[in-house]
């Protein structure tokens, strides 16, 4: 089973963010070890796991080579420790000093940025 990332297409920003990790990671994608898939088209894929399409739009979702719920920075942690010539970056924000304030900064931001896609209709 791969690391599926769920992601909100619709939304400007994550859209692009999603689009050049796709971009790094084509091999990956190739071989089936990751994958990026639009919630918008498939509004329920996480409904087994609690999370509404609201919550996908709000926060990144994932689901591990287990089938486990990863959510918010964590998925981007994941995604970044899977990137090549970004594991750096994943080794600094999920350490575990970092990874509170990581995760407090990521939902901070992802309230804004959702705040923000409401407002401009990015639905």
């Known amino acids: 089973m791969a690391f ?69 920075a964590d998925v981007a942690i994941e995604t970044w420790r899977r990137t090549p010539g970004e594991g750096w970056l994943a080794r600094l924000f999920g350490n575990r000093l970092a990874l509170p304030l990581t995760r407090f900064a990521y939902d901070r931001f992802a309230d804004l940025l959702y705040a923000w896609n409401r407002r401009k209709g990015h639905w």
Do not use: M
């Open 4 to 72: 599926t990332v769920w992601y909100n297409t619709r939304c400007p920003v994550c859209n692009a963010g999603i689009s050049r990790q796709q971009r790094r990671l084509i091999e990956a994608v190739k071989a089936g070890t990751i994958a990026f898939r639009d919630i918008n088209l498939e509004p329920e894929a996480l409904t087994a796991h609690g999370a509404t399409l609201d919550d996908i739009r709000r926060r990144l979702h994932a689901t591990d080579d287990a089938g486990r719920l990863v959510v918010g």
